[in-house]
């Protein structure tokens, strides 16, 4: 008799690993896709919105982080759909850090196709792999045993 398995997913609206896989599959030929500009924009904005600091104080922030001036008025260019200037690359990090955001973030590395993880998510899956490396090294151990054993049995 098999064993039931346990769902790993306690959400059973929320998509899967492979659905999501899937779903960036069929996006590949869609033209265009990659443009994250309002995307990038709505995030920017959102994070500015929900962080507990004043657009003054972030400035104030990033500029000690990156160790290059930056203003009320640039962040608040990024933010405007009248102008031109989004936020650089280059300031993001400290953007997230400074608003404590990193939809952002998350925005780009999707685009790229990647999945970026908070530290604490990034430690359990780089635990979760040592110990799946544990389980496959105790096969092969088994493995081993059990020919030997074979080996032993017909030389006895």
Request: with cysteine.
């Amino acid at each position: 008799m098999t064993k039931k398995r346990k769902r790993i997913v306690s959400d059973p609206n929320q998509m899967s690993l492979l659905d999501l896989l899937t779903a960036e599959r069929a996006e590949r030929s869609v033209p265009g896709r990659l443009c994250v500009n309002a995307k990038l924009q709505a995030a920017v904005k959102i994070a500015i919105k929900n962080a507990p600091k004043s657009r003054e104080t972030l400035a104030d922030d990033m500029s000690d982080l990156t160790g290059q001036t930056i203003s009320v008025h640039q962040i608040n260019n990024w933010t405007s759909e009248n102008h031109p200037h989004r936020i650089p690359a280059e300031f993001l990090p400290a953007f997230c850090q400074s608003t404590g955001s990193t939809e952002p973030l998350r925005v780009l590395a999707e685009a790229a196709g990647l999945f970026a993880l908070q530290a604490p998510d990034a430690l359990r899956a780089e635990i979760q792999q040592y110990d799946e490396a544990v389980t496959a090294a105790r096969a092969e151990k088994r493995k081993r045993v059990v020919l030997l054993a074979a080996i032993e049995g017909e030389e006895a």
